[in-house]
Protein backbone atom coordinates (compact mmCIF):
# COMPACT_ATOMS: atom_id res chain seq x y z
CA UNK A 1 0.00 0.00 0.00
CA UNK A 2 1.35 3.40 -1.35
CA UNK A 3 1.46 5.37 1.75
CA UNK A 4 2.57 8.80 -0.29
CA UNK A 5 0.98 9.47 -3.96
CA UNK A 6 1.71 11.44 -6.75
CA UNK A 7 -1.18 10.91 -9.47
CA UNK A 8 0.51 12.84 -11.96
CA UNK A 9 3.82 11.52 -13.25
CA UNK A 10 4.07 14.63 -15.83
CA UNK A 11 3.11 18.68 -15.40
CA UNK A 12 3.81 21.16 -18.03
CA UNK A 13 3.49 24.75 -17.93
CA UNK A 14 4.02 27.91 -19.70
CA UNK A 15 6.67 30.40 -18.06
CA UNK A 16 5.18 32.86 -16.14
CA UNK A 17 1.81 30.74 -15.37
CA UNK A 18 1.13 28.94 -11.90
CA UNK A 19 2.64 25.18 -11.71
CA UNK A 20 0.38 23.29 -9.14
CA UNK A 21 1.40 19.72 -7.79
CA UNK A 22 -0.43 17.49 -5.80
CA UNK A 23 0.24 14.96 -3.32
CA UNK A 24 -2.20 12.47 -1.47
CA UNK A 25 -1.25 10.59 1.53
CA UNK A 26 -3.39 7.91 3.58
CA UNK A 27 -1.39 7.27 7.30
CA UNK A 28 -3.16 9.76 9.73
CA UNK A 29 0.30 9.66 11.90
CA UNK A 30 2.25 11.67 9.18
CA UNK A 31 2.89 14.92 11.13
CA UNK A 32 5.59 16.91 9.06
CA UNK A 33 5.27 17.27 4.66
CA UNK A 34 8.42 18.02 2.44
CA UNK A 35 8.75 18.99 -0.92
CA UNK A 36 12.17 18.79 -2.81
CA UNK A 37 13.31 19.11 -6.10
CA UNK A 38 15.53 16.89 -8.06
CA UNK A 39 17.23 17.82 -11.48
CA UNK A 40 18.93 15.13 -13.39
CA UNK A 41 21.97 13.53 -12.27
CA UNK A 42 22.14 15.54 -8.66
CA UNK A 43 20.57 14.05 -5.47
CA UNK A 44 16.96 15.50 -4.59
CA UNK A 45 16.93 19.17 -2.86
CA UNK A 46 14.98 20.13 0.09
CA UNK A 47 12.49 22.91 -1.34
CA UNK A 48 9.44 23.76 1.51
CA UNK A 49 7.81 22.23 4.15
CA UNK A 50 4.96 22.27 6.48
CA UNK A 51 3.37 21.21 9.69
CA UNK A 52 0.82 19.40 10.41
CA UNK A 53 -0.62 22.20 12.83
CA UNK A 54 -0.76 24.48 9.63
CA UNK A 55 -2.54 24.54 6.66
CA UNK A 56 0.25 26.91 4.70
CA UNK A 57 3.50 27.85 4.45
CA UNK A 58 5.14 30.48 1.74
CA UNK A 59 8.49 30.61 0.79
CA UNK A 60 9.22 33.36 -2.17
CA UNK A 61 7.62 31.75 -4.85
CA UNK A 62 7.04 28.96 -3.73
CA UNK A 63 4.06 27.75 -1.47
CA UNK A 64 2.37 24.71 -0.06
CA UNK A 65 -1.17 24.04 1.19
CA UNK A 66 -2.08 21.11 3.57
CA UNK A 67 -5.93 19.94 3.36
CA UNK A 68 -5.61 17.44 6.66
CA UNK A 69 -9.33 16.28 6.33
CA UNK A 70 -8.25 15.43 2.80
CA UNK A 71 -5.11 14.13 3.44
CA UNK A 72 -4.05 16.20 0.29
CA UNK A 73 -1.55 18.51 0.03
CA UNK A 74 -0.37 20.89 -2.76
CA UNK A 75 2.88 22.76 -4.25
CA UNK A 76 2.23 26.22 -5.71
CA UNK A 77 4.99 27.84 -7.71
CA UNK A 78 4.18 31.39 -9.05
CA UNK A 79 5.15 32.41 -11.23
CA UNK A 80 7.08 29.39 -12.95
CA UNK A 81 10.26 29.76 -14.50
CA UNK A 82 12.23 27.36 -16.64
CA UNK A 83 14.35 26.45 -14.00
CA UNK A 84 11.78 25.31 -12.27
CA UNK A 85 11.83 22.22 -14.47
CA UNK A 86 13.03 19.34 -12.90
CA UNK A 87 11.55 16.56 -10.88
CA UNK A 88 9.30 16.99 -7.56
CA UNK A 89 8.90 14.48 -4.70
CA UNK A 90 6.58 14.86 -1.93
CA UNK A 91 7.27 13.69 1.16
CA UNK A 92 5.75 12.55 4.83
CA UNK A 93 7.12 12.21 7.62
CA UNK A 94 6.14 10.51 11.15
CA UNK A 95 8.89 9.17 13.40
CA UNK A 96 13.02 10.33 13.46
CA UNK A 97 12.45 11.79 10.42
CA UNK A 98 12.38 8.67 8.32
CA UNK A 99 10.11 10.03 5.43
CA UNK A 100 8.20 8.63 2.88
CA UNK A 101 8.72 9.70 -0.64
CA UNK A 102 5.89 10.04 -3.30
CA UNK A 103 6.74 8.60 -6.89
CA UNK A 104 7.68 12.34 -8.06
CA UNK A 105 6.35 14.51 -10.85
CA UNK A 106 8.16 15.95 -13.76
CA UNK A 107 7.60 19.39 -13.99
CA UNK A 108 8.40 21.30 -17.53
CA UNK A 109 8.40 24.77 -17.96
CA UNK A 110 8.20 26.31 -21.78
CA UNK A 111 9.74 29.31 -21.91
CA UNK B 1 25.99 24.72 3.82
CA UNK B 2 25.81 20.62 4.83
CA UNK B 3 27.51 18.50 2.19
CA UNK B 4 26.94 14.95 1.52
CA UNK B 5 29.26 12.87 -0.55
CA UNK B 6 29.46 9.52 -1.94
CA UNK B 7 32.62 7.52 -2.95
CA UNK B 8 31.08 6.95 -6.71
CA UNK B 9 29.45 8.91 -9.34
CA UNK B 10 29.06 5.80 -11.11
CA UNK B 11 30.18 2.09 -10.58
CA UNK B 12 29.96 -0.80 -13.04
CA UNK B 13 29.99 -4.82 -11.24
CA UNK B 14 29.40 -7.98 -12.01
CA UNK B 15 27.16 -10.39 -10.38
CA UNK B 16 27.98 -11.55 -7.63
CA UNK B 17 30.28 -9.46 -6.60
CA UNK B 18 30.21 -7.79 -3.01
CA UNK B 19 29.81 -3.91 -3.79
CA UNK B 20 30.54 -0.86 -0.94
CA UNK B 21 28.73 2.24 -1.45
CA UNK B 22 30.35 4.72 0.84
CA UNK B 23 28.51 7.90 1.62
CA UNK B 24 29.96 10.97 4.12
CA UNK B 25 28.33 13.75 5.87
CA UNK B 26 29.93 16.79 7.27
CA UNK B 27 27.48 18.44 9.87
CA UNK B 28 27.78 16.17 12.44
CA UNK B 29 24.22 14.83 11.61
CA UNK B 30 23.14 11.70 13.85
CA UNK B 31 20.61 10.70 10.61
CA UNK B 32 21.57 9.09 8.03
CA UNK B 33 19.49 6.89 5.00
CA UNK B 34 20.29 5.08 1.91
CA UNK B 35 17.86 4.60 -0.67
CA UNK B 36 17.08 4.01 -4.31
CA UNK B 37 15.79 5.34 -6.66
CA UNK B 38 13.95 3.90 -10.04
CA UNK B 39 12.04 5.35 -12.93
CA UNK B 40 8.16 5.82 -11.40
CA UNK B 41 9.36 4.79 -8.08
CA UNK B 42 10.23 7.17 -5.98
CA UNK B 43 12.60 7.21 -3.37
CA UNK B 44 12.65 4.03 -1.52
CA UNK B 45 14.14 3.49 1.91
CA UNK B 46 16.69 0.86 1.97
CA UNK B 47 18.15 1.11 5.47
CA UNK B 48 18.67 4.25 8.33
CA UNK B 49 21.20 4.73 11.26
CA UNK B 50 20.12 7.14 13.83
CA UNK B 51 23.42 6.57 15.65
CA UNK B 52 26.54 5.12 15.76
CA UNK B 53 25.93 1.33 15.21
CA UNK B 54 22.88 1.66 15.73
CA UNK B 55 20.19 0.92 12.14
CA UNK B 56 16.82 0.09 11.05
CA UNK B 57 15.51 -1.53 8.18
CA UNK B 58 13.70 0.08 5.69
CA UNK B 59 11.05 -0.66 2.95
CA UNK B 60 13.65 -2.83 1.09
CA UNK B 61 16.35 -4.01 2.92
CA UNK B 62 16.79 -7.64 1.26
CA UNK B 63 19.91 -7.87 -0.18
CA UNK B 64 21.72 -5.03 1.09
CA UNK B 65 23.39 -4.27 5.09
CA UNK B 66 24.88 -0.98 6.39
CA UNK B 67 27.88 -0.06 8.71
CA UNK B 68 27.59 3.05 10.49
CA UNK B 69 31.22 2.47 12.49
CA UNK B 70 31.68 6.90 12.74
CA UNK B 71 29.20 9.16 12.88
CA UNK B 72 29.76 10.62 9.63
CA UNK B 73 29.90 7.68 7.47
CA UNK B 74 27.46 5.09 6.48
CA UNK B 75 27.94 2.56 4.14
CA UNK B 76 26.01 0.70 1.95
CA UNK B 77 26.88 -3.05 1.17
CA UNK B 78 25.18 -5.81 -1.56
CA UNK B 79 26.33 -8.96 -0.20
CA UNK B 80 25.83 -10.53 -3.83
CA UNK B 81 24.97 -8.16 -6.20
CA UNK B 82 22.45 -9.20 -8.59
CA UNK B 83 21.05 -7.27 -11.82
CA UNK B 84 17.97 -5.94 -10.24
CA UNK B 85 20.18 -4.18 -7.83
CA UNK B 86 20.94 -1.80 -10.83
CA UNK B 87 19.47 1.33 -9.76
CA UNK B 88 20.67 5.03 -8.50
CA UNK B 89 21.50 4.88 -5.01
CA UNK B 90 21.07 8.28 -2.74
CA UNK B 91 22.27 8.77 0.99
CA UNK B 92 21.30 11.37 2.87
CA UNK B 93 21.30 13.08 6.47
CA UNK B 94 19.87 15.11 8.50
CA UNK B 95 20.16 16.47 12.49
CA UNK B 96 17.71 19.21 13.34
CA UNK B 97 14.75 17.92 15.63
CA UNK B 98 12.35 21.11 14.11
CA UNK B 99 12.34 19.83 11.06
CA UNK B 100 12.90 17.21 8.77
CA UNK B 101 14.60 18.07 5.53
CA UNK B 102 16.93 15.13 4.36
CA UNK B 103 20.40 16.59 2.58
CA UNK B 104 21.08 14.17 -0.07
CA UNK B 105 24.48 13.17 -1.93
CA UNK B 106 24.76 13.29 -5.65
CA UNK B 107 24.06 9.87 -6.10
CA UNK B 108 25.61 6.55 -7.58
CA UNK B 109 24.75 4.93 -10.66
CA UNK B 110 25.21 0.95 -10.19
CA UNK B 111 25.13 -0.91 -13.15
CA UNK B 112 24.98 -4.66 -12.56
CA UNK B 113 25.81 -7.02 -15.64
Known amino acids: DQQVKQNSPSLSVQEGRISILNCDYT??????FLWYKKYPAEGPTFLIS?????DKNEDGRFTVFLNKSAKHLSLHIVPSQPGDSAVYFC??????????FGDGTTLTVKP | DVKVTQSSRYLVKRTGEKVFLECVQD?????MFWYRQDPGLGLRLIYF???????EKGDIPEGYSVSREKKERFSLILESASTNQTSMYLC????????????FGPGTRLTVT
Open chain 1, 91 to 100: AASAYAGKST
Open chain 1, 27 to 32: NSMFDY
Open chain 1, 50 to 54: ISSIK
Open chain 2, 27 to 31: MDHEN
Open chain 2, 49 to 55: SYDVKMK
Open chain 2, 92 to 103: ASYGTRSSYEQY
